[in-house]
């Protein structure tokens, strides 16, 4: 048989093998069920409107049915101001079967000051250490700091990021290069792209979000050019027809499935090119955060499946 032929039967029997590989030992790589290609993780954004204390949020989390967790460092920040001990947090996450895939922070350490960038990297070594402590994996890294003004040199931002990497590094913690659509800078998956991989770092990744490549205009087909390597968490969510991409917000995220993404497209191309990570139910929305917390946790889960279930379908 020719590789010609060869990639060809592969290409029309792709769906099949998709729908089978979902019973795979693989799919439960990282300790997800065997019967679900993604971890389920519950980004603490969704029911922040509520303003649970985060031992309920990690309870809520549990209930509702997740695999992992995704808080905010000021949340943390708050558990200790409140008297809180960050390692009985981490034992109580591990307690209720949840694990930390990543967590959300704002150090501005891609900023051309040199003073901002210091004080950044001192910012991200206190809260990887707090990431740590509570069983953490990984830490985002946005472009903060960097939104307003185009024209950040991305050779340069690379250096950054490398040095980002050294401090996780040593720490234990892996910052992700994350993409903010709304940005001047790092708005596109590509921007991204190139950070990560001039970086020159063993454990450059990227975290993407399905509102974010909407809103940055993101070419879609760029996600087939990543791997299960470069990629470990993916922020998902859906969004309305309207309003239009120039004037949609973070408050207008919606339930996955409820809205216009092309999300099966995308999780079939997460799924091709060997993604079997977190993802992690992001969203901002107000009408979401006047209802009870346990009933849209469950609700943006049962969700989220449903649109995994109907992308994985051959």
């Known amino acids: 048989m020719t590789a010609v032929s060869t990639r060809r039967d592969w290409l029309r029997n792709a769906p099949a093998v ?3 590989g979902l019973l795979t030992s693989s799919a439960s790589a990282q300790g997800k069920p065997a019967n679900e290609p993604f971890i389920y993780c519950l980004n603490t954004s969704t029911i922040s409107g509520q303003k649970l204390p985060i031992v309920q949020v990690v309870e809520v989390a549990s209930r509702a049915g997740y695999q992992a967790l995704e808080p905010w460092i000021r949340e943390l ?30 150090a501005e350490w891609v900023v051309d000051d040199d003073e901002r960038r210091k004080k950044a990297l001192e910012q991200a ?50 910052p992700q290069v994350e993409l903010w659509g ?25 975290l993407a979000d399905v509102y974010h490549l909407y809103k940055g205009g993101s070419a879609l087909s760029g996600l087939r050019l990543l791997s299960a390597t ?9 969004y309305p027809a309207n309003p239009p991409r120039a004037e949609i917000n973070d408050a207008q995220r919606i339930y996955p499935g409820d809205g216009v993404a092309p999300l099966k497209d995308i999780l079939r191309t997460l799924y091709a090119i060997g993604f079997r990570g977190a993802l992690s139910l992001e969203m ?14 469950k609700l943006g889960l049962e969700k989220t499946k449903a649109v995994v279930r109907d992308a994985m379908k051959p």
């Not at 470069?230 to 859906?238: A, G, R, T, W």
């Not at 929305?285 to 946790?297: E, G, H, I, P, S």
């Open 230 to 238: 470069s990629m470990y968490v993916m922020h998902v969510n859906d």
């Open 284 to 297: 901002f929305n107000r009408d979401y955060w006047k209802q009870d917390a346990l009933a849209v946790a």
């Open 125 to 174: 070594k206190r809260e990887m250490d707090m990431v740590l402590q509570i069983g953490g994996k990984r830490i985002a890294a946005p472009p903060a700091g960097a939104t307003k003004e185009p024209g950040l040199n991305l050779l340069k931002a690379a250096e950054r990021y490398r040095a980002l990497l050294d401090i996780g590094e040593r720490i234990g913690v892996v």
């Open 18 to 20: 998709l729908g089978a």
């Open 77 to 106: 920040d708050q558990h200790v101001k409140d008297g809180g001990n960050l390692k009985d947090l981490g034992k109580r996450i591990k307690d209720n079967g949840l694990t930390v895939e990543s967590a959300i922070g704002f």
């Open 182 to 206: 709304f940005s001047q800078n790092l708005n596109k998956l590509g921007e991204c792209a190139l950070v990560a991989m001039e970086s020159g770092h063993k454990q450059a990744c990227i």
